[in-house]
């Protein structure tokens, strides 16, 4: 597993069931509400802060999606394509970075497509069972309850990044 996360240099991640639990919630007005997991939040700070990018490529549109991604700072935010390899491929040579140093959580069948090619891929727990079965790993917590972080937690320590960042942080 350490030579496949060693070349990390970006986490991309889908969001419904990946960083939320995957439901919807709709207002009595009708706008839509999702729940973030304050831990996986903290995982998207720790990559910033370890120098390493992070992104999301999800098919539905959504302002909470919008917001959340300018609270934490990430790199990138693609929504609205349900077709997502064409988008991995444009964010990717954006950044002008090779598939191996791109990991990817995605928890259904439309995130195969990018799971396939990455250098390192990931499924929450909560996964469908066709996915779970085609990737590096599968993190123990489900999406929207840890599993971006588990995943962060695991390229960080797998980099040789986590002691120094825990230093960074107990000052």
Known sequence: MQRKIKPIRLLLMDVDGVLTAGGIIYS??????KSFN???GMGVT?????G???GIITG????????????????????????????YYALRDQLGLRDE?????????????ILKRV?????????????????DYVTEARGGEGAVR??????????????????????
């Open 119 to 135: 250098g390192f891929s990931v499924a929450p727990a909560n996964a469908r069972p066709q996915v779970k079965e085609r990737v």
């Open 52 to 54: 390493l990018k992070t």
């Open 46 to 50: 720790l990559m910033r802060m370890a």
């Open 150 to 171: 588990e995943t962060v937690d695991l390229i960080l320590y797998h980099q040789g990044r986590w002691e120094e960042l825990i230093r960074k942080l107990e000052q």
């Open 38 to 40: 304050i831990q996986d």
């Open 28 to 33: 009595a007005n009708g706008d839509e509400l």
């Open 60 to 87: 539905r549109r959504s302002p909470m999606v919008e917001r959340r991604a300018r609270e934490l700072k990430m790199d990138l935010l693609d929504m609205g394509h349900f077709d997502k390899l064409p988008r």
């Open 101 to 113: 140093e791109i990991a990817y959580i995605g928890d259904d069948v439309q995130d195969l497509c």
